[in-house]
């Protein structure tokens, strides 16, 4: 059979179609090449031993960004130990054994909205409850605990998002077999949605490595440095600046430019380190 060759106006169409897809692509691969080109040429010439293993100082007059980079790290570490089993868990009721359709659709519809909340809401919500009524203050847990709010909803929906994508074969298959439930869903269903539940972890990391008007009503704007491992007293009731909220100090309260975009780039590299380490996870865990 011959095959029908396409109109003129379908050509044009397809054309235009075309170059515009194209041209899409391409500016938005340059814009993330030139933000990123342009945050690495103006800050990694400022990133210098004393401003990574030092504390800013008054006294000495010296600036250095320790406390923050262990503040962001104490911060990720602690909202996803708490936000990804509670969030997929969540996704796995909701998606295995959950049989009420009209209750579903109300809490799907309610992680969707929670999504879409601008972060300022939480910070307040959670300078409001977290800080105040529990009195923990404005601290690193207060900050912790309104992140996981923040990012339950993410990895709820995309959770949840992977699960549904595995065949209805592999279930009935698994429990043809003898299997039970709960041993179907964590031999066969889990291991199948590992890249789910991964890329809901990486946006969950980047909106807690980015996040810093919800930290600046909650986790607070201290400088000093927190030590996590000997005392849980000292990491619960003080006071942190994340490196979004030291950005954000140092470029709009003391005009220190050098130092902001020597932050943004360690962010970056921050970010680049996780999303890698992530993908390489959610890899062997799919193998095995």
């Given amino acids: 059979m011959e ?11 397809d054309l235009v179609f075309r170059f515009l897809l194209y041209f899409c692509a391409i500016l938005t691969c340059a814009l993330l090449v030139f933000i990123i080109g342009y945050i690495f040429i103006n800050g990694l010439p400022h990133v210098t031993w004393d401003l990574l293993s030092s504390q800013t100082s008054y006294i000495r007059d010296t600036i250095g960004i320790l406390p923050n980079i262990l503040n962001t790290i104490y ?32 809490i799907e519809f309610a992680t969707e909205t929670l999504t879409g909340i601008p972060s300022i809401i939480f910070g307040l919500v959670g300078m409001l409850f977290f800080c105040n009524f529990i009195n923990l203050g404005r601290s690193l847990l207060a900050g912790c605990l309104t992140l996981v709010i923040m990012t339950i909803p993410t990895i709820i929906r995309t959770t949840q998002e992977s699960l549904k994508t595995v065949p209805q074969s592999y279930r009935e298959a ?8 709960w041993h179907m869903i964590r031999t ?39 030590n996590f491992f000997s005392s849980a007293d000292n990491f619960i009731h003080s006071s942190g600046a994340s490196l979004t909220v030291a950005l954000y100090v140092y470029a709009r309260e003391r005009a220190e430019f050098d130092v ?29």
Wanted: include cysteine; aromatic fraction near 4%.
């Fill in 75 to 106: 911060l990720i570490l602690v909202t996803l130990i708490i936000t990804l089993p509670l969030g997929v868990g969540a996704a796995v009721y909701l998606t295995e054994y959950a049989t009420n359709r009209k209750v579903l659709s109300v």
């Fill in 174 to 181: 698994a429990l043809g077999l003898g299997a039970g439930k």
């Fill in 260 to 288: 902001a975009f020597a932050i943004a780039a360690i962010l970056m590299i921050i970010t680049l380190i996780i999303n890698l380490s992530a993908k390489l996870v959610g890899r062997k865990l799919k193998k095995k």
């Fill in 188 to 226: 066969v269903v889990l291991p199948s949605s590992v890249d789910g539940i991964v890329t809901g972890c990486i946006l969950a990391v980047g909106r807690i490595v980015g996040e810093s008007a919800a930290l600046l009503f909650t986790a607070g704007m201290g400088m000093g440095l927190n």
């Fill in 3 to 13: 095959m029908k060759t396409l109109s003129g106006p379908r050509k044009a169409y």
